[in-house]
Every structure is written in structure tokens, then in C-alpha cells.
């Protein structure tokens, strides 16, 4: 079963970098999650 992760978000400073997201990761696969301004906001990396 992959990863799921629910309602991920970022706020800095009282402003919100990510919005409220719900992803699922497929195994053996980089995800790249970008804020607003097109930023890298976070990698994972998921293994088989």
C-alpha cells in the first residue's frame, strides 16, 4: 500500500507556502511538491 498523506500544508509567517493537499506516492518513484512561487518545498523520495 502506498503513502498517503492527507491535508499536507506549509504556513510561514502566518502565509500559507502550501495550500492544504492530500497526495498518494507510488512506490519507486520522486515526488517534487512546489509552493506557489514554483519553489521546491519538498522532496520524497518513496523505496519499493
Not at 498517503?4 to 519507486?28: A, F, R
Request: some cysteine; charged content about 10%.
Amino acid at each position: 500500500m502506498p503513502p498517503v498523506l492527507e491535508g499536507v500544508s506549509k504556513v510561514v509567517n502566518g502565509q500559507t507556502h502550501i495550500y492544504p493537499t492530500d497526495l498518494e506516492l507510488q512506490s519507486g518513484t520522486m515526488n517534487v511538491l512546489f509552493g506557489p512561487t514554483c519553489a521546491l518545498a519538498h522532496r520524497v523520495q518513496v523505496r519499493a
